[in-house]
Structures are given as structure tokens and as C-alpha cells.
């Protein structure tokens, strides 16, 4: 009679894993089809953020919760900004020259827009929902909290923009070059693939 349990659990065990699996197969194939789709993935940022700090605001309370988030979102948006290979190393970086800038050499993010968005919107999300625990609603006196967090914005960024105009480089660019219907899929199986030349 035992072996019978043992074998249904493992059977349980192995659905729940199968189901699991598809649901992570799922969300990926959403987040894919989310990557070239820029404004609409901010504005549902946004629309969490207001989410979140509406919340905050009629309930009073979380201001530690909302300080934590800033200071997320502030780390966040400083790898952004920050290049992948750090030109303050010792190997090859940004020119520093004439003769050496005449190379073209893009810019790379430490962190690329698409993974900052993920993980500011994950922790918006992480965050709605920590408001509805109340282990998470520590009093504090929220004015200093802000004064902190307005400081080290301040000062991070003053540091950060002083680290771009010594190395030279600027973390955003304009005018990109885009492609007649990036992003829009014809044909019968939803790809580059048509059904006619079969």
C-alpha cells in the first residue's frame, strides 16, 4: 500500500513540475514578444508605479517599503547608465585621443534597457505586494526618509554624470534607425515563414 502512495506522489511531483515548466515557458514567450514593444512597457511600469504609490499613499504607512524601492530603482537605473567594461581599468576602454576616436565603438550598458525594465517592474510588483502585509508597515518618520533618499540621488548622480564627462561618453542616443513593420508578424505561422511559397 505504500509503494502505491509513494508512486502517486511521484506522479503528483512530476505534474506539478510539468506545469510549473510551462508556465516559465509561457511568461518567457510573452516577455519575448514584449522585447521591441519599448513605450508599452513603460507605461505598464508607470501604471505600477502609480499603482504603488497611490497605495502607499491612502494607506499611510509602508514608507520603508517605498524608501527600499527607491533605492532599488536608483541602483537600477545607475547600471543603466554605466557602461559595461569601466574605462578607469587598466585595459582597453573609451579613446582618449583623436586618432583613437575615430574607431566607432557603441556604447554597451552594464544593464540593457529591456533587463532594467524586467527587474523595476518585478520590483514594483514585489513591492504592491508587500503592502498588503502589515509585518512590512515599520513606523518611521517618513520626511527624513525622503531627505535621505533626495541625498544620495543627488550625490549618486552627481557622481555618475561627473564619471560620463571625464570618460566621455553618453549613455543615450537618438534617432535610431527603425525597420518598416519591426515587430509585426504576417503570414500563416506567425513568423518570416508564408504559407504560398510551399
Known sequence: ???????????GR?????????????????????????V????????LLAL????VYLVQGYFIV????????????????????DPTDNGPGLPSTSAEGKEFRPFTRRLPEFKFWLACTRGVATCI??????????PVFWPILLMYFFVL???T????????????YVPITFGKSKYKDAGVEKGAYGGGMSSKGK
Open 153 to 155: 540621488f543627488f550625490m
Open 129 to 138: 505586494v508587500m503592502t498588503f502585509f502589515s509585518v512590512f508597515d515599520v
Open 14 to 38: 512530476a505534474s506539478i513540475q510539468q506545469q510549473h515548466a510551462q508556465f516559465k515557458r509561457m511568461i518567457q514567450y510573452w516577455l519575448d514578444k514584449s522585447t521591441i514593444h519599448t
Open 52 to 55: 504603488f504609490f497611490l497605495r
Open 157 to 168: 548622480m552627481k557622481r555618475q554624470i561627473m564619471h560620463m564627462y571625464k570618460h566621455k
Open 66 to 85: 517605498a524608501y527600499g524601492l527607491g533605492i532599488f530603482l536608483l541602483n537600477n537605473f545607475i547600471a543603466f547608465l554605466s557602461p559595461l567594461e
Open 40 to 47: 508599452p512597457r513603460w507605461v505598464v511600469f508607470t501604471v
Open 1 to 11: 500500500m505504500m509503494e502505491g502512495t509513494d508512486e502517486n506522489g511521484a506522479t
